[in-house]
């Protein structure tokens, strides 16, 4: 069986398809990478690569998610090396607004100069930010309850959504009255308002 009747990708040329992909995106960006280009670069065939990626916004869309992934990934090492879940979200909230801030990053670039491409291309994997990224900090969330950090009787899935709410509003949202680049800053804001939060017993709202 040759490449060209072969049914789904294999990992490998998936992969290679994938990197060509963000390769154009970081040269030329949503708009002026054409699927042409990523079979050229890729090596294949465009009969190929359409029928693996029937267009354009599912190619992107594909390397965008693996993007987002890559950076979760490596975002999750770096959090695991700390034990303590103060230092956890302290540390969560600069990586968070390294990735806003520098041009260099991939992602970011993409969100900012071409946000309307980005939106259509990213589709539901990035509409899904909030229950996303509430799933990454699951864990972190659930680690602390079992160290004593937070209250025992804490609902998990409810208070990972609000600690991604909180990472995103650090990340992206500017105000008044704390630095989000001032790690003490952002240190003091959770221990007066986020950690006592999580720290009381939960309560239904009547």
Not at 63 to 78: D, G, N, V
Request: proline share 7%; aromatic share 6%; hydrophobic share 40%.
């Amino acid at each position: 069986m040759n490449a060209a009747s072969a049914s789904p990708a294999s990992p490998s040329t998936t992969d290679r398809l994938l990197d060509a992909t963000e390769k154009l995106l970081a040269d030329k960006g949503i708009r002026a990478t054409t699927m042409i280009d990523v079979a050229h670069a890729a090596g294949v065939s465009r009969a190929w690569l359409y029928r693996n990626f029937p267009d354009k916004p599912t190619l992107v869309g594909a390397a965008i998610i693996r993007l987002i992934e890559t950076s979760w990934a490596q975002t999750r090492a770096e959090l695991s090396t700390l034990t303590d879940f103060e230092d956890q979200l302290v540390a969560g909230v600069q990586i968070g607004r390294r990735a806003y801030d520098d041009p260099g990053t991939l992602l970011m670039r993409l969100r900012t100069a071409e946000p309307d491409e980005f939106t259509a291309c990213a589709g539901a994997g990035v509409r899904g930010l909030v229950p996303d990224l509430a799933a990454f900090w699951q864990p972190f969330v659930q680690a602390a309850v079992d160290g004593g950090d937070i209250h025992p009787d804490t609902d998990i899935p409810e208070a990972s959504e609000w600690v991604a709410r909180v990472m995103i509003s650090f990340g992206s949202v500017p105000g008044n009255h704390m630095d989000p680049d001032d790690p003490a800053a952002v240190r003091g804001h959770l221990r007066r308002y986020v950690l006592p939060g999580l720290r009381q017993a939960p309560t239904t709202a009547t």
